[in-house]
């Protein structure tokens, strides 16, 4: 086994664009005898749309998992912010900017479209649990500040008719939508988008589209994204990694990809 | 004997009985609400808010303190053993078993039933203990209008009280409040609870912590009503045709589903009763509930089961 290198320079706190945000090392991931990361390393540079492309199965939501700490890789190391560390957990992940929508929509089916995104900003409320239970003071002050934020969100995404509708009544592209909302209402830093535009016709895709450059340029938010969409894939990104099989490929700028043979012979298959 | 007045004391008799048995359903639909388990141990954790209730306020007294601090002080112990059983509920049972299926969690609190009732009756003792907390006296009402008034037990009375303003507070914590939220969060989805920062462990001891604090309420008015004894527990069987009818997920559902199953078995005790004999009061609310299952699988006031295929 490598022996892994903390490149990490103690440096924390802000890091100005450009800048690796974060960086995966040598991250190997198995469940039992399936390989889905084999010895991965990239970097996502703070202010960029970065998109994470390969064939089913190659290991890209899992991946994602990783960063935001649903798994736990065997070996490798995500450094995040300056901070170097083996694992992550999903609520630490969130507390320091990152989060995330999910490939099958993962929202809370019952709760409205305003109540969801409310929900995303749990960590910036903090208010007392008895200031909540006799709904005085803070916790209504703060319901109040906070319901405004999420209002612009929801006028962001033009979502402002489904504002009271349960989530589960809601078509996919909507779901989709409001998901993305529930994610911008937590401030993220690093935003994860897990095949965002999977299952949406043609004006659904050019407007989840508009919103990802929009908050990537407006909010400055760093984005990784994994889609299958190839078009949307080369017009968004700044940089694109490449899985298959749970290895690393290619990395690089769109173009590079593109013409990259590897790239090339994953994705139409090689005479063998 | 089919009088109005008659009715009307059968009627105010078992909606205010409902109310009693609400108080227990209270602490499922909480729980069901918040973490989609279904707690097979509210029925234990009453027990156990009554023991801790009735045993400590029995030593404050002997101690010489002054009845009404005697049962502050009381309250108090008995509200941290029911938040140190959330803890250790959290810590050793829920906190391992994150993203797993409810049928798993189901089973884990069965599991929790019986070391919560062994454990109460370990500590506190297992004999049948009086408790006195709430005038149990009658009370005739509206004398003027009806021959011999209507006989309401204020026992009763004060437990549609305490279950009013429960009911209340809950659906305003629940809607509107940051901790309200976060716990439908958590029952929907774990996963994407915690991708946005929710902590499941805070969330889950919260829960629990109100289901026991809302089995302590329960307690009050039972450990009144029949003394705290083991049998308390089996109060979890009469309040699942109440979740039933009212629906797993509504906590009006729960006030409600305990009105018409205490209106409806006492009515039926008193009408059909001498018809097809007595006795019915033990399963008239079970009939119910069946026939709502048919109707309406998610009760009265449950909340639609929303799928998209």
Redesign the interface.
């Known amino acids: 086994m490598r022996a892994v290198v903390d490149k990490s320079n103690g440096k924390s706190g802000t890091i100005a664009p450009g800048e690796v945000l974060l960086a995966v090392e040598h991250v190997a991931l198995s469940f039992g005898g399936v390989k889905a990361i084999r010895d991965v390393s990239f970097d996502i540079r703070k202010g960029e749309i970065r998109a994470i492309i390969g064939p089913n199965g190659a290991g890209k939501t899992s991946m994602l998992n990783v960063i935001?700490g649903?798994y736990h890789p065997q070996t490798g190391v995500i450094t995040y912010k300056g901070e170097a560390r083996q694992r992550m957990r999903?609520?630490i992940?969130?507390?320091q900017g990152i989060?995330?929508t999910?490939q099958n929509v993962?929202?809370?089916?019952?709760?409205s479209t305003l109540?969801?995104i409310?929900?995303?900003?749990?960590?910036k409320?903090n208010?007392s649990?008895l200031s909540?239970?006799v709904?005085w003071g803070s916790?209504l002050k703060?319901?109040k500040e906070h319901r405004e934020v999420v209002e612009k969100i929801i006028d962001f995404l033009e979502i402002q008719a489904i504002r009271k509708t349960?989530v589960?009544?809601l078509p996919?592209g909507l779901q989709k939508r409001v998901e993305l909302g529930?994610?911008l209402?937590?401030e993220p830093e690093l935003l994860l988008l897990d095949e965002p535009m999977a299952g949406m016709n043609l004006e659904e895709k050019q407007d989840m589209s508009r919103f990802i450059i929009d908050i990537n340029q407006q909010l400055g938010t760093t984005m990784a994204l994994i889609e299958h969409d190839m078009g949307v894939v080369m017009d968004l990104s700044d940089r694109i990694a490449v899985l298959e099989y749970g290895q690393l490929i290619a990395d690089g700028t769109p173009d590079e990809v593109q013409n990259n043979q590897k790239v090339i012979d994953a994705y139409l298959g090689v005479p063998r | 004997m089919v009088s109005l007045g008659n009715f009307i004391e059968v009627l105010s008799g078992g909606l205010l009985a409902g109310v009693l048995y609400s108080l227990v359903a209270l602490g499922f639909v909480l729980i069901f609400k918040a973490s989609g388990v279904f707690n097979f141990a509210q029925g234990a954790m009453v027990l156990l808010a009554g023991l801790a209730l009735v045993r400590s306020l029995d030593f404050f007294v002997a101690k010489g303190i002054p009845f009404a601090v005697a049962v502050a002080c009381a309250l108090l112990f008995a509200s941290l053993v029911m938040a140190m059983t959330a803890w250790i509920v959290e810590r050793f049972m829920l906190g391992p078993l994150v993203n797993q299926d409810g049928l798993i969690l189901f089973m884990s609190t069965i599991g929790a039933t019986f070391i919560i009732e062994g454990a109460a009756q370990l500590i506190f003792g297992s004999d049948v203990y009086p408790l006195k907390l709430y005038p149990t006296d009658a009370w005739f009402a509206l004398e003027g209008v009806f021959p011999g008034g209507i006989l309401v037990n204020k026992l009763d009375v004060w437990g549609g009280l305490i279950a009013g303003i429960l009911v209340t507070?809950l659906a305003?914590?629940f809607q509107?409040?940051?901790?309200?939220?976060?716990l439908?969060?958590v029952?929907?989805?774990h996963?994407?609870?915690?991708?946005?920062?929710?902590?499941?462990s805070w969330i889950w001891f919260?829960v629990w912590l109100v289901a026991g604090l809302v089995a302590l309420a329960a307690a009050t008015v039972w450990g009144t009503k029949l003394g705290v004894q083991f049998s308390i527990t089996f109060l979890a069987l009469k309040a699942l045709p109440v979740l039933i009818i009212g629906g797993l997920?509504s906590v009006p559902g729960a006030i409600v589903g305990g009105l018409i199953v205490g209106a409806g078995e006492k009515l039926a005790e008193a009408y059909l009763g001498p018809l097809i004999g007595g006795g019915i009061e033990y399963w008239f609310a079970f009939v119910l509930a069946l026939a709502v299952l048919l109707v309406r699988p998610q009760g009265v006031f449950g909340?639609r089961i929303?799928?998209?295929i």
């Not at chain 2, 509107?176 to 976060?182: M, P, Q």
């Open positions: 935001n649903f999903p609520y992940a969130a507390t989060a995330r999910f993962a929202l809370f089916k019952g709760m109540d969801n409310m929900a995303g900003r749990t960590l409320m208010n649990l909540q239970a709904y916790a703060q319901e349960p589960g009544k996919y529930r994610a209402a937590t | 507070v305003i914590f509107h409040t940051k901790t309200g939220r976060a439908r969060a029952a929907d989805d996963a994407a609870a915690q991708s946005v920062g929710i902590p499941i919260v997920t909340e929303i799928e998209r």
